[in-house]
């Protein structure tokens, strides 16, 4: 069964060409090698505040940063731990210079309860 990885940070908008950049390295070196289904990358269009909680709460995005929210597909919850042991190997030097503040990014592993398609 599928396993997945979900991801939500906030980016600088001047920054968007070097996060796409960064994320198809990532995706090229990474995590298509390692077994890694699908990788999608998706730069926020219409992300409210809330009043309680949101997207942009939860990463203290700044007035010139947008939320990107992502996540990657692997066949199994096995091979995305085998791939993040090796990515964690590497450090985090392998990603390079983030083009974002990586301490405000949540993050996490899930496992499918549902999935439907048209």
Do not use: C
């Amino acid at each position: 069964m599928s396993y997945f990885d979900g991801f939500v940070g906030a980016v600088p908008a001047a920054n968007k060409q070097a996060y796409v950049d960064q994320a198809r390295m990532a995706w090229e070196t990474m995590f298509k090698p390692w077994g890694a289904l699908s990788q999608v990358e998706a730069w926020g269009d219409d992300v409210p505040d809330g009043k309680v909680t949101s997207f942009p709460m939860a990463v203290k995005k700044e007035a010139d940063e947008v939320v990107v929210f992502a996540w990657i597909e692997w066949p199994d919850k096995a091979t995305r731990d085998t791939a993040w042991g090796k990515m964690m190997e590497m450090g985090p030097e392998a990603m390079g210079d983030m083009p974002f503040d990586g301490k405000r990014m949540i993050f996490g592993g899930f496992a499918p309860i549902l999935t439907e398609h048209a």
